[in-house]
């Protein structure tokens, strides 16, 4: 008689909040800075990514995410908002 091995898998799914493993995330963004910051993390982008996209320096990007700084010129907003689906009335 041969020899059969059960396997069981379970498997779940729980939806808990980004801020709980991620420090800093910004649950209520409240202006232009807070409001990239979350969009890049919903998709799962590093600042790099973002920077690479845009064709702007990392710095760039940590000055507009945690600076007060906004980006120069509307060419880089419309990217941005093309890039994450959002409307360019970032303020």
Not at 17 to 27: L, M, Q
Not at 53 to 60: A, D, P, R
Request: aromatic share 12%.
């Amino acid at each position: 008689m041969p020899k059969f091995t059960r396997y069981n898998y379970y498997s779940f799914s729980i939806l808990l909040p980004k801020e709980i493993f991620i420090k800093d995330y910004p649950s209520n963004p409240k202006d232009f800075g807070e409001r990239l910051r979350k969009s890049r993390m919903d998709s799962g982008m590093q600042i790099k990514e973002l920077a690479e996209m845009l064709g702007v320096t990392i710095e760039t990007v940590i000055n507009w995410e945690m600076r007060g700084s906004k980006p120069r010129g509307s060419k880089i907003m419309e990217r941005i908002m093309r890039l994450f689906e959002v409307p360019l009335a970032f303020e």
